[in-house]
Every structure is written in C-alpha cells, then in structure tokens.
C-alpha cells in the first residue's frame, strides 16, 4: 500500500516570494509521482511529474520538483509566485505494473498568494 | 480535442436514493477511473475500468458500482445515498492500463446529499 503526506494544509505566500510545497510518501514498491493543481470549482489539472531519469522535474507554470528517494520525498517549487498560482496543489503517487492504475493522493496543500 | 467530460456538473438527491453520473474520456482513451473527493481532503480512488471490464477497486461500500461501455464512456451508480456520499465525484481517462500514461481528470460532478 502508498501512503502520501503534505505536512503544510495552507501555505501563505507573498507575490513575487519563492515558495515549496512539501510532500513525502510511504511505499513498499516503486512509484511514480505527481503533483496536481485545482483551482476553484475545477477539476485536476496535471503541473508535473516524475517516472525515473533525472530527480529534478519542471513541469508548468515554472513549477519544478525534487525526487530525494532516499528521504522519499518529492517537494515542489517556484521561484516566484504570481496571484493566479492560488489554488489547492495535490501531490500523488502510482506503483509501477500492478496491473491498475491507482493513483494514491495526499490531502492538499492550499497556496494563498498575498498581493 | 475535447477533455474529459463529465455530467451532471451539480447534483442535490436525498438520503436513500440512488444517483447515476457520467463520463466521456478523451477519444482514443481506452481506461477510465473513478475518484471520490471529500471537502477538504485528496481524492479517493473507487474504481478503474479498462475495455469494459473492472480491474482496480478502491475501499468502498458494495453500494458503489460502476460500468464502462463499448464508446469507452463510463457510469458510476451509488445506491441507498449516505449524507457522507456528497462529494466532488472526478473522472479520470488514460489511452492504456499500464505504463506511465498520465491520467487526464474531468472538471467532476458535485454531489449534494441532503
């Protein structure tokens, strides 16, 4: 089983700062990793992920994030923040084969940038 | 091309009830997954169907079920409607089962239980 934990429930930031979003999971398997956007009344919209290759990620929106298999976590990044970057950032994790896709999420991390 | 769409956007039903909501993956999408997404929490995983047949399931009542259909869309059903069902139902579609395809998610169906 995946377990995945966003130690931050809310994240305030001013704009223009530099901000990370924290995320580490507990897997007994290989996985792959994800970081998804949802803004208000909106679905998930995909920033970026990471299968396997080079840990560091960039993914949209100038967002980047570090895979650190040794600390099994997988931080996400900007190095400044606009006001439409407010929305709720949801890091996931899927085991590699197992024959489905379940993808397993934390609860979220809500970004608040302050004018 | 169009994105995953899903339908009803909003839904009210009473306790007891059963409700039926919807979803179209992108075309060319074979794999369709159900996620339920509680106020304030990440979405839960409830079912994954790939050609029409179910191969993941979530931790979820029997009151759940879902069925996809030869055009790939899918249906999820939930019977004997519970206050704790109102949630953000999402819908997610990848072109295959396996590999590492993305899942492309619906904007989902807001359920209100009252």
């Known amino acids: 089983a995946q377990s995945v934990t966003q130690l931050d429930s809310q994240v305030p930031v001013f704009e223009e700062a530099p901000v990370e979003l924290r995320c580490n999971y507990s897997?007994?398997?290989?996985?792959?990793l994800f970081w998804y956007v949802q803004y208000p009344n909106q679905g998930l919209q995909l920033l970026l992920k990471?299968?396997?290759?080079?840990?560091l990620v960039k993914g949209i929106n100038g967002f980047e994030a570090e895979f650190n298999k040794s600390q099994t976590s997988f931080h996400l990044r900007k190095p400044s923040v606009h006001i439409s970057d407010t929305a709720e950032y949801f890091c996931?994790?899927?085991?590699?084969?197992?024959?489905?896709?379940?993808?397993?999420f934390g609860t979220g991390t809500k970004l608040q940038v302050i004018p | 091309d169009a994105g995953v769409t899903q339908s009803p956007t909003h839904l009210i039903k009473t306790r007891g009830q059963h409700v039926t909501l919807r979803c179209s993956p992108i075309?060319?999408?074979?794999?369709v997954s159900w996620y339920q997404q509680v106020l304030g929490q990440g979405p839960q995983f409830i079912f994954q169907?790939?050609?029409?047949?179910?191969?993941g399931r979530g931790n979820f009542p029997d009151r759940f079920s879902a069925r996809q259909f030869p055009n790939y869309s899918s249906e999820l059903n939930v019977n004997a409607l519970l206050l704790g069902d109102s949630a953000l139902y999402l819908c997610?579609?990848?072109?295959?089962?396996?590999?590492?395809?993305?899942?492309?998610f619906g904007p989902g169906t807001r359920l209100t239980v009252t």
């Open positions: 996931a994790v899927r085991p590699l084969g197992g024959g489905y896709q379940k993808v397993t």
């Open positions: 990471y299968l396997s290759g080079s840990t």
């Open positions: 075309s060319g999408h074979k794999s």
């Open positions: 897997s007994s398997v290989s996985v792959y």
């Open positions: 169907y790939y050609e029409k047949e179910e191969r």
């Open positions: 997610a579609s990848s072109p295959s089962l396996l590999g590492d395809y993305e899942q492309y």
